[in-house]
């Protein structure tokens, strides 16, 4: 009981911080541009803080629920020590059996422990865990009374060898399925999606328009006095973002939902988030379609290419400088973030020297002959640090491009350039769409918009034969 209980606080802390990241996303823009919240950033913000409250009230709920648990337990362990110091030993021995009370899920008995373990599990009923608990401590003490040799329980009985076989006993020593430590579909983040510029959806629209000033004015030395001057007339344009729409949907039959001792609907909603946390992300990198382009294929960035049958790590290191005054060059403003495959960050720190000293090393044991520093071990996010700048590993960056398809890409960025919009994810069950076949519907859904061609020349991408699958 105990270990479904600290499950569901675990869940519950994951919960809250998610909705304390989206909450932090709702200021990020105002703190950035330094103004107040607008009404529809205002109402966003105050319903984040209601879900935060009710869910500190649901943690709260349950830590108290948990601490009564523990106490019992530590109660317990401490009755079971004292028990093992202080009983009966030598000849005299005396026996002390419990007559009075029954065992709680005996034989023929009015309670059930698997109802009792389904309801205090789904339902919060307090009598059923506390039947549970006390269960636990008739099965303990029943242990402990069989160690002393206070039951003789195999007397009278024929002597046969029996094992774990099914026929010869086995079927006796049921299999053990520890639902609660149950093994989710290990999946990828959202690397770079989280660390391009967020901005919380408007509603009431499905395109974002911007417009831009496509050819400036311009000056020049006047000839003379009292002669015209420079007159260039400026002209504009726009660039647009379609709101798109990430979605999926499970069904489960209402058996799964009402038997199942852990709730079903929770752990399928949570796999459709991880899933749809990777959509976004390869939405941002690499989408490519009218008014949805991803970074790999915005229109005018800056393109770099390496390519080599025999690819270096020492080769690679001036095409990053390559990559990153080409945004000082067009864009006029410096790059701040490097992104790519974790593979590719791999191969960079297995580089060494022709004295076989590694060129990629932790930040606190720099040499002179090092090109990039580590940061942290990790197997997505920030790593270390290349040309100066943060380095992020991200497992959806395609690593199944060019000729071969076997080639990955490095992007190098001006990350606040490019605009991810996002609405507020909802995750729903609807039981009616399928009563008629006792089914329930789970979907979770988000609406996105992305602004990657702003500034084309923000961008930079590195590709070619060069960045081909490493060998180690």
Known sequence: MLAFLRKQMQDLLEQRAALK????????????EQRDLTDSEQATFTAK??????????????????????????????????????????????????????????????????????????????????????????????????????????????????????????????????????????????????????????????????????SGTATAEQTTQNTAVQDTDATTGSVTANVTTIAGKQV?????????????????????????AVKADVFVISNNATNKVGLLSVSGANAVTYTDASPTVAELYPKGADAVQQIHTGRFLPADKHFMHPRRWAWMTAAVDTAGRPLVVPAANLPQNVIAAM???????FVGTWHGLPVYVDPNIPANLGAGTNEDRIITLRSSDVIFFEGTPQAEAFRETKADQLSVLLRFYNYAALHASRYPKSISVIAGTGLVTPTF
């Open 252 to 276: 489960v039959s209402q058996q799964l939902l009402d038997q199942s001792p852990i709730n079903m609907d929770q752990i399928l909603l949570a796999d459709l988030a991880a899933d749809y």
């Open 375 to 381: 940061g942290e071990v990790a197997s997505e996010g």
């Open 49 to 214: 803080r209601e879900e935060i409250r009710a869910k500190d009230g649901e943690i709260e709920k349950l830590q108290a629920r948990i601490g009564e648990l523990e106490e019992d337990e530590q109660r317990e362990q401490r009755a079971a020590e004292l028990l093992a110091q202080n009983g009966q030993a030598g000849e005299r021995r005396e026996r002390v059996q419990v007559t009075s009370e029954p065992e709680t899920y005996r034989k023929g008995g009015q309670t059930s422990y698997f109802r009792d373990l389904f309801r205090a599990q789904t339902k919060g009923d307090s009598s059923a865990a506390e039947r549970l608990t006390r269960n636990d401590r008739e099965v303990a003490s029943r242990l402990q009374r069989i160690a002393r040799g206070a039951e003789k329980a195999l007397e009278g009985m024929e002597a046969r060898a029996l094992t774990t076989t099914d026929g010869a006993g086995g079927e006796f020593v049921p299999p053990l399925w520890m639902v609660n430590d149950y093994i989710a579909l290990a999946r990828g983040g959202r690397v770079v999606a989280d660390q391009v510029r967020p901005m919380a959806l408007p509603p009431g629209t499905d395109s974002i328009s911007l417009p831009r000033i496509a």
């Open 21 to 32: 990241t989206e909450l932090d996303g709702v200021l990020s823009t105002p703190t950035t």
